[in-house]
């Protein structure tokens, strides 16, 4: 699930910015481009799913468990 809102993410970004006219040019030409311009000032701190960041819970509805 984390590659996924990453991949959404990396997207929304790129997508906002002015890179992706940047891109189609540069590869046009041949240049060598960077892809992660941009995305270094995005803040993605609270998008990830992580048992430290308390938003996962592991549950069993067979077993009639679940945690946090």
Known sequence: MNA?????F??????????????KE????KDVYDWSAGLEEA???NLYFSPEAGNVVFASAYDGWAFQ
């Open 43 to 45: 803040d993605d701190d």
């Open 10 to 23: 990396t997207s929304d970004v790129l997508a906002k910015s002015d890179h992706l006219e940047a891109v």
């Open 26 to 29: 540069e590869i046009s030409d």
């Open 4 to 8: 996924v809102t990453c991949e959404f």
